[in-house]
């Protein structure tokens, strides 16, 4: 029995191949809910250990896990059991999963029997690699991004390690950054190639433009009132010549007067 496979990987590596793990568990089980320690921790050791060895360290940890090794030798558990539990713990209080426990053995410690996925899991399960906590997050932004600075890969990488201790303020202050910094650099990127410069001679010609065709509508406008002036005012002279026969009409006071 070897409970010290995973000397060559640190928990953050640990937490990254659970999550991994836990894509491929609900791709397979779609309608699952939960998943047993056991495939949990199966899926660790296929990612981060080479076969045969993956397949021999998952059986000792679920083994160990259940009782069946014995409990922690003088209070102290083995370093596998350490960075497994730790990076699964973490998960917990992320609220990927909460745990549901079982007593195996009297002698021996509550231990984790099955992993129950919350709605944030849920969520980061159907996000895909779209996700921040997925693994690779940075490098996948790096890779459709393939400008970006070193400077707003450093605020990314602080904005995920927020996000996966729940600061959710902080984790936003570090993309504001981010996005500031995307602007400072895309502005003077513009400015070197001038297009800062077309941009504003272009969009001096379009204020020009359109004030030619307010002044045009403007002139129309008053085209159209003068026309209708003119007609008015020959419609009313005609009333007024004396040789037209003239109605007579009766106002609200009973008087006649003349159109």
């Given at each position: 029995?070897?409970?010290?496979?995973?000397?060559?990987?640190?928990e953050?590596?640990?937490r990254?191949?659970?999550l991994a793990?836990?894509?491929v568990?609900?791709?397979?089980?779609?309608?699952?809910?939960?998943?047993?320690?056991?495939?949990?921790?199966?899926?660790?050791?296929?990612?981060?250990?080479?076969?045969?060895?993956?397949?021999?360290?998952a059986k000792d940890?679920?083994?160990?896990?259940?009782?069946?090794?014995?409990?922690?030798?003088?209070?102290?558990?083995?370093?596998?059991?350490?960075?497994?539990?730790?990076?699964?713990?973490?998960l917990?209080?992320?609220?990927?999963?909460?745990?549901?426990?079982?007593?195996?053995?009297?002698?021996?410690?509550?231990?984790?029997d099955?992993?129950?996925?919350?709605?944030?899991?849920?969520?980061f399960?159907?996000?895909?690699?779209?996700?921040?906590?997925?693994?690779?997050f940075?490098?996948?932004?790096r890779d459709?991004?393939?400008g970006?600075?070193?400077e707003?890969?450093?605020?990314?990488?602080?904005?995920?390690?927020?996000?996966?201790?729940?600061?959710?303020r902080a984790?936003?202050?570090?993309?504001?950054?981010?996005?500031e910094?995307?602007?400072?650099?895309?502005?003077?990127?513009?400015?070197?190639?001038g297009?800062?410069?077309?941009?504003?001679?272009?969009?001096?010609k379009?204020?020009?433009?359109?004030?030619?065709?307010?002044?045009?509508?403007?002139?129309?406008?008053?085209?159209?009132?003068?026309?209708?002036?003119?007609?008015?005012?020959?419609?009313?002279?005609?009333?007024?010549d004396?040789?037209?026969p003239?109605l007579?009409?009766?106002?609200?006071?009973?008087?006649?007067?003349?159109?």
């Amino acid at each position: 029995m070897n409970l010290d496979q995973l000397n060559g990987h640190n928990e953050r590596e640990v937490r990254a191949a659970l999550l991994a793990g836990l894509v491929v568990l609900r791709s397979r089980h779609p309608h699952r809910m939960s998943f047993e320690f056991a495939q949990v921790v199966h899926h660790v050791a296929v990612a981060l250990l080479a076969y045969p060895a993956s397949n021999s360290a998952a059986k000792d940890w679920d083994s160990y896990q259940n009782g069946h090794m014995g409990g922690p030798q003088d209070g102290e558990d083995y370093p596998d059991i350490r960075k497994l539990l730790s990076a699964i713990w973490s998960l917990i209080g992320d609220g990927v999963w909460f745990p549901r426990m079982a007593l195996r053995r009297p002698d021996h410690p509550p231990v984790i029997d099955r992993l129950v996925l919350t709605a944030r899991g849920e969520s980061f399960v159907a996000s895909g690699e779209g996700h921040p906590l997925h693994p690779g997050f940075v490098k996948r932004f790096r890779d459709r991004a393939s400008g970006v600075t070193d400077e707003v890969l450093s605020r990314m990488e602080d904005a995920i390690s927020c996000v996966e201790k729940s600061l959710l303020r902080a984790a936003l202050v570090m993309v504001g950054l981010a996005a500031e910094e995307t602007l400072i650099v895309t502005h003077a990127a513009m400015v070197n190639q001038g297009k800062i410069a077309k941009a504003a001679g272009s969009l001096a010609k379009a204020k020009n433009l359109q004030a030619r065709i307010l002044w045009v509508d403007a002139t129309a406008n008053r085209s159209s009132r003068t026309l209708d002036f003119e007609a008015s005012r020959r419609t009313t002279s005609s009333r007024m010549d004396p040789g037209t026969p003239q109605l007579s009409t009766v106002t609200s006071t009973g008087l006649s007067c003349r159109s």
